[in-house]
């Protein structure tokens, strides 16, 4: 079975504050993603990354940046947490075959910045 | 580029009625679609996906859907639904030529599963 595996289910900062949150995949997969998740607007892409030390913006990277260093490995960096960023952050990662597109999810990290 | 609409965003329905979820697309380009749960404080779960050849797809949990591509649309089914079946329902859809870097989620249906 696919793991995919994050940091923390729930974390609690405050604004200003760096804040780091790490996801771990166990199948080599090319691709890791990041989404948040508000209520009513689905997943939004923040980054994602098809290769190590690889990353794309996705549609929503201002105040975000990742880092991917080691394959099974893609971190999620708040430069300077603000309210706004109190969500679900969900980590995904995917094979990057053309028939194997599927997205495998971690179990997410729940944020509230104060 | 690619989007996703789930017109439902709520859904309640009594244990052993059927149940449809439904989900249109549009899209420029061949596409891959999907159907992903998500239970209370947990990630998602692939349901099912389509990636080609026979149009009705049978998931887990006795969930199935049919690609309509004259419709653009992917509604998901279940004949009887259970309490264990409420969750929130993402539909997705990636484009065949970005080899799954893209996913374009929908807003979610909640299903609620009334005794």
């Known amino acids: 079975d696919v793991k995919v595996t994050q940091s923390s289910r729930y974390l609690v900062k405050r604004t200003g504050e760096k804040v780091f949150l790490e996801c771990v995949q166990d199948m080599d997969h090319e691709n890791m993603f990041w989404y948040r998740q508000d209520p009513g607007l689905g997943l939004r892409l923040i980054y994602f990354s098809y290769d190590v030390k690889m990353k794309e913006k996705g549609d929503i990277p201002e105040g975000y940046s990742v880092s991917r260093e080691k394959k099974e490995r893609f971190s999620l960096i708040l430069e300077s947490a603000s309210t706004n960023q109190t969500s679900m952050y969900l980590c995904a990662s995917s094979f990057g075959e053309r028939e194997q597109e599927t997205q495998y999810f971690g179990p997410g990290t729940r944020l509230l910045v104060l | 580029a690619q989007s996703v609409t789930q017109l439902d965003s709520q859904v309640p329905v009594f244990e052993e009625a059927p149940v449809e979820l439904r989900c249109n697309y549009s899209?420029?380009?061949?596409?891959?679609l999907f159907w992903y749960v998500q239970y209370p404080n947990q990630g998602l779960q692939l349901l099912l996906k389509?990636?080609?050849?026979?149009?009705l797809v049978k998931g887990i949990n006795g969930f199935e859907a049919e690609f309509n591509k004259s419709q653009t649309s992917f509604h998901l089914r279940k004949p009887s639904v259970h309490i264990s079946d409420t969750a929130e329902y993402f539909c997705?859809?990636?484009?065949?030529?970005?080899?799954?870097?893209?996913?374009?989620f929908g807003p979610g249906t909640r299903l609620s599963v009334l005794p």
């Open positions: 899209s420029s380009v061949s596409v891959y």
């Open positions: 997705a859809v990636s484009d065949e030529d970005n080899y799954g870097q893209n996913f374009v």
């Open positions: 389509y990636l080609s050849g026979s149009t």
